[in-house]
């Protein structure tokens, strides 16, 4: 069974730091693309960011680069997100996604809370 397990969030207050880890179990982890997405309260879900399958390139949403450093560990299966300079306005769930391609799609993990608050 495929599984996707984020973990890591939490509330921090704005200037601080998280990281977010999803535990991948079930597929060939090397063979997918990993992405982090965030949906807020009332929101549409949004890309964060994206790491290639084998680590080598990565993107990120115009909103976190700078602040936001995601990597991948193949011997632990496992993708981070590291988080830094919260602001309030990255409240949200977090996802994790491991996508293959258009044809053979991907799956998605059940999201961690991130609360960024005084």
């Known amino acids: 069974q495929v599984q996707l397990v984020e973990s890591g969030g939490g509330l921090v207050q704005p200037g601080g730091s998280l990281r977010l880890s999803c535990a991948a179990s079930?597929?060939?982890?090397?063979?997918?693309?990993m992405n982090w997405y965030r949906q807020a309260p009332g929101k549409e879900r949004e890309f964060i960011a994206r790491?290639?399958?084998?680590?080598?390139?990565?993107n990120y949403a115009d909103s976190v680069k700078g602040r936001f450093t995601i990597s991948r560990d193949y011997a632990k299966n496992t993708v981070f997100l590291q988080m830094n300079s919260l602001k309030p306005e990255d409240t949200a769930v977090y996802y994790c996604?491991?996508?293959?391609?258009?044809?053979?799609?991907?799956?998605w993990g059940q999201g961690t809370q991130v609360t960024v608050s005084s």
């Open positions: 790491i290639s399958t084998g680590g080598g390139s990565t």
């Open positions: 079930g597929f060939i982890f090397s063979n997918y693309a």
């Open positions: 996604n491991a996508y293959r391609s258009v044809l053979k799609g991907g799956y």
